[in-house]
């Protein structure tokens, strides 16, 4: 499967998981889904990316299509 993470980057170094989302498999019905992530002061850029669902560290692999619709960041 894969999912949505969201990583630390400080000094141009992409840093451990903040968080993930659940993991998404096979096909299904459009339903909505949500993550929540806590980034510390001292995390002053992130990225979200799209990426496999395995083993951190491991190598995977995927193929096939995902379609995700409206995506948004919103801070609280």
Not at 26 to 39: I, L, N, T
Not at 47 to 74: C, H, K, M, N, Y
Request: proline fraction near 3%; charged fraction near 20%; charge should be neutral.
């Amino acid at each position: 499967g894969i999912h949505w993470t969201v990583r630390c980057i400080q000094a141009g170094k992409v840093l451990g998981i903040l968080a993930s989302s659940e993991r998404f498999m096979g096909s299904g019905e459009w339903r909505p889904f949500s993550m929540q992530v806590s980034v510390g002061e001292s995390c002053r850029g992130q990225v979200l990316q799209l990426e496999p669902a395995g083993v951190e560290g491991a190598v995977a692999f995927v193929s096939g299509t995902a379609w995700f619709d409206e995506i948004a960041l919103r801070r609280q």
